[in-house]
């Protein structure tokens, strides 16, 4: 292959998205940000590369071998942004630093993470989110957990789960434990793998009580309703853990009143690849897609390192998994077909310029095409039918033909 040949193709981790399928995500996309928009948020635009501590790891948000940096003229480590949401607290401590009223935003736009060994996956990850600051209500909690239900609703996915957890809940049970840091951190990269004899292993041996170990055993498979608190209630004793159930159930009770409590389930042992949630948890599932098509939490403490105390809770929709689901599920995504192809040759072009204009003056999308001598009728029939385009119209001889 030469190189010429080489350059048609991407780097591993991108690709091009084009035709039918890009328009079906711009809809999606549009769609999203529409119910956003009814829900009181306000688009807001970060760049795609910022300066690299922004993203440190002190944040809590990716490791820096999971970055892609570079270097300005001025000698500055800059990296396309792994995560929006630091990019979106720098905003609020700079451009609201005085607002104590509830501040929404609304975005979207490409993340950037290596992957290593590539495994498939891509590194550009578009996504679609909405940031709620300045309110540490469980009602923020419950309404960005019922936008996201909505939002995916909308958008035309069916059977889908909201798994729901608390970051302060596994921090206080491993606190009784009495656990080394390194301990603790063995510990959640079992629970993250679900890997129950990992845990039952690490368990023999420790001297801490039977009931304390009973709850480290479960922990990986305690997901449900609202029972599953219950249980996690009568095993344990930190504040920190009994706080966070108290939060959960109330979360529960207020999506109750929205009417969503059957599209939730809990999920105590659930972990988040970013450090800086302190709260509320959550990722959406649905089957034809492997990976969470959403993802959210509460993040009390991001938005004080850029020099501002306000309370937080995100969510962040993955449009590259939730549109491998909708097509999964065979949703169907309805794009626009009133637009209208108009052919003509070079005798009637004044006339045909006109009609174009007349249907755009309409909000109707217009096409103007010379035909040329070399194709038959049945291709430009066929061309308009692949692109969606309701009529087709052929001007000749200062008539208006409708095909």
């Not at 853990?241 to 159930?249: G, K, S, V, Y």
């Not at 939730?322 to 192809?341: F, H, P, R, T, W």
């Amino acid at each position: 292959m030469d190189y010429e040949e080489n350059l048609l193709f991407t780097p591993e981790g991108v690709r091009d998205i084009y035709g039918v399928e890009c328009e079906k995500r711009r809809k999606v996309e549009e769609d999203i940000h529409r119910i956003m928009k009814l829900y009181g948020f306000q688009y807001i635009q970060t760049p795609t590369f910022e300066f690299f501590d922004i993203f440190k790891r002190e944040r809590g948000t990716v490791a820096s071998k999971e970055m892609f940096k570079f270097f300005d003229q001025y000698n500055n480590t800059l990296v396309l942004r792994p995560d929006i949401t630091p990019s979106i607290a720098r905003c609020v401590a700079k451009y609201y630093a005085r607002e104590d009223m509830p501040i929404r935003l609304s975005y979207s736009g490409s993340t950037f993470i290596h992957r290593r060994g590539y495994q498939g996956k891509l590194s550009e990850i578009f996504q679609i989110g909405a940031e709620l600051m300045n309110d540490s209500s469980s009602d923020a909690d419950a309404e960005m957990i019922a936008l996201t239900i909505e939002c995916l609703a909308k958008s035309g996915l069916r059977e889908f789960k909201i798994d729901v957890g608390h970051a302060a809940f596994i921090r206080g049970v491993l606190e009784e434990t009495g656990f080394s840091k390194e301990e603790m951190e063995q510990y959640k990269t079992y629970l993250a793998n679900k890997n129950i004899f990992g845990v039952e292993q690490m368990m023999e041996s420790k001297s801490i009580s039977d009931e304390r170990k009973e709850l480290l055993i479960r922990l990986p498979d305690l997901f449900g309703g609202k029972d599953t608190l219950a249980f996690a209630r009568e095993h344990v004793s930190h504040p920190l853990a009994l706080e966070a159930l108290d939060r959960l159930e109330k979360v529960y009770e207020i999506l109750a009143i929205y009417g969503l409590e059957e599209n939730v389930t809990f999920d105590l042992s659930m972990l988040s690849h970013y450090e800086y949630y302190t709260g509320i948890i959550f990722k959406a599932y649905t089957y034809g897609t492997g990976e969470a098509i959403a993802t959210g939490g509460r993040y009390d403490k991001l938005i004080e390192q850029f020099g501002k105390k306000a309370p937080a809770v995100g969510l962040a929709i993955v449009l590259d998994q939730l549109m491998n689901a909708l097509e999964s599920q065979k949703a169907d995504i309805s794009l626009e077909k009133d637009g209208v192809l108009i052919l003509y040759r070079s005798a009637d072009r004044k006339t045909a310029v006109h009609t174009g204009n007349r249907y755009r003056d309409e909000g109707r999308q217009a096409l103007l095409m010379r035909k040329d001598s070399a194709k038959e009728m049945e291709d430009y029939l066929a061309y308009a039918a692949e692109r969606g385009y309701s009529d087709v119209i052929y001007v000749e001889n200062g008539q208006i033909n409708i095909l």
